[in-house]
């Protein structure tokens, strides 16, 4: 698969980028040079090869999946210049 000028302008197009004359020739070769690239990845025998996310094995840290209101309820409450209870106090706005 080649990417040549006419190409460049439609994909252009869809993108809704503007690429002018001169710059549709050093895209169309650099979007070649890309898929060659590709097409060389493809041609690699990845058979047995696990698939992987990053280059640097990692777990991300997991915790239990429990529902908790953080236990701050009185450092917050202790913000609100009014309160009730747990509740923020606000005036009421609708009568």
């Known amino acids: 698969m080649t990417v040549d000028k006419d190409t460049v302008t439609q994909i252009a197009r869809l993108a809704r980028i503007r690429v002018d004359e001169t710059g ?15 097409e060389q990845l493809g041609a690699l025998n990845t058979e047995g090869v696990a698939p992987m996310t ?17 236990g701050l309820g009185d450092k917050v409450i202790a913000n609100a210049p009014e309160a009730t209870g747990n509740f923020f106090a606000v005036p009421k706005v609708v009568e």
Do not use: C, K, M
């Open 54 to 70: 990053s280059v640097v094995e990692t777990r991300p840290p997991l915790r239990d999946d429990v529902i908790s209101d953080g």
């Open 24 to 38: 549709r020739e050093a895209l169309a070769s650099e979007l070649n040079q890309i898929l060659d690239w590709v």
